[in-house]
């Protein structure tokens, strides 16, 4: 993708759990409209979020996604997914649960349709039974178990061992994090996929990280925190919870290898004055990378 002189384009997919939209269907794909979206990956405990405006729905659209956050407990369990890109092809961005969607018609005659979201969220609130097993189990198989019945892909990036007749309580997200606490690993949950790995390692280690210079779309210049660094650029896909990227700066100490801690996206498309395309990154230094 080149840097900053294409086409930005958002897509958005939302999907019913129950009834359809106007046609029939249950999932809305959602091209061309004006988008505003900021999404932050903070990592655990905090869940991934997702705050999105979209302008120019149809109102039966709007209807039939309208869920209120005051209503705590109708868990409708509608999900959404974002795809950021330009004409090269889209990436995902963000996948999660529908916390809360309305329509704000104080911006008419531009109506917006505002939504938030949470990866994990129907998980965490969703009650199910202890779990519970006699002798030496290892983490593999459990969070592997867990990861299926959340529906998401799982990845060990070489997390080993066992837990000695585990017994875990609450929601499968609060199982699958009692688990990483227990056995003190990282725990990624991120969009479609449950990430575990020993928390000196990376996300596709074997791949070369993104490197961000003043050249590749760095804005401003990087600065410290108490974990690293934080740093902002232009928006990449290949930014990932957990995984690599590469700084050259010329302020002191800031070049170098960094594991990334946690993300913030702001991105804009379809609509005048849609300037935002970035990604704050803070990262933990990797010595000796």
Known sequence: MSLSFTRKQIEIRLTLADGG???GENTKIIRGLGCDVEIAKPGLPAKN????????????????????AFEPLKVRKNKIAVYAGDEEGLALAFAGDITSAWPDFNSS?????????????????????????????????????????????????????????????GGLYEQAYSVARMADFELLLD????????????????????????????????????????????????????????????????????KIISLKHKLQAHYPGATQWHTTVEGAYRAGK
């Open 21 to 23: 939209f106007a046609g």
């Open 191 to 258: 969009d479609e996929s449950m990430v575990i790995q020993p928390w000196d390692a990376v996300r596709d280690a074997d791949a070369e990280p993104p490197v961000w210079r003043d050249s590749t779309g760095v804005k401003g210049y990087p600065t410290f925190t108490q974990t690293g660094i934080s740093v902002t650029g232009l928006y990449a896909p290949a930014l990932v919870q957990g995984g690599a990227l590469r700084v050259e700066s010329i302020v002191p100490k800031a070049s170098g290898a960094w």
């Open 109 to 169: 005659p531009d109506v917006a349709f505002r939504l938030e979201a949470l990866t994990g969220y129907v998980a965490s609130v969703t009650p199910r039974r202890i779990y519970s097993a006699g002798g030496d189990v290892s983490i593999d198989a459990i969070m592997r178990q867990l990861a299926g019945e959340m529906g998401l892909a799982y990845v060990n990036n070489g997390v080993g061992g066992s837990l000695i007749q585990p017994a875990l309580s």
């Open 49 to 68: 979020s997702c705050k999105a405006t979209i302008w120019g729905m149809p109102l039966a659209d709007m209807e039939a996604l309208t869920m209120l």
